[in-house]
């Protein structure tokens, strides 16, 4: 008997271990959550992401004509508009979707990387 105890014991120490954990797990990615600014932030944040990840992959496939400081403001007036939160996030994902698409393996024009910068920039609402 004090051996089906002792193992039964061992379960509710396990189980009492296990729901802290993920109560700890809940609360930590509930204040990360509110941190991002909930359901919106957590959206621009994403977009965030996307954005650098894309920027790397342009400033790496960019026709000679086409400066890297030239990308690089472009892509910080595309950040700081996603930070402020007055970017239209159906056309940023468009044109990024756009842009992954037709070049992700294939080098693009000058007049398709500016076109593309184009697009980027009528994302942002003035």
Not at 77 to 104: G, H, M, P, V
């Amino acid at each position: 008997m004090s051996r089906s105890s002792s193992f039964l014991g061992y379960y509710r120490r396990l189980f009492v271990f296990a729901c802290t954990c993920v109560l700890l797990v809940a609360l930590l990615c509930g204040v990360t959550y509110r941190q991002l600014g909930g359901h919106n932030g957590a959206r621009y944040w994403m977009a965030g992401r996307a954005l650098d990840a894309l920027e790397v992959k342009v400033l790496r496939n960019r026709p000679d004509d086409i400066s890297v400081e030239h990308v690089t403001a472009n892509f910080q007036i595309i950040r700081n508009a996603n930070r402020e939160q007055t970017i239209d996030l159906d056309k940023l994902y468009s044109a990024l979707r756009s842009y992954q698409t037709k070049f992700w393996r294939n080098k693009p024009s000058n007049d398709q990387v500016r076109q593309f910068l184009s697009d980027l920039a009528n994302a942002t609402r003035e």
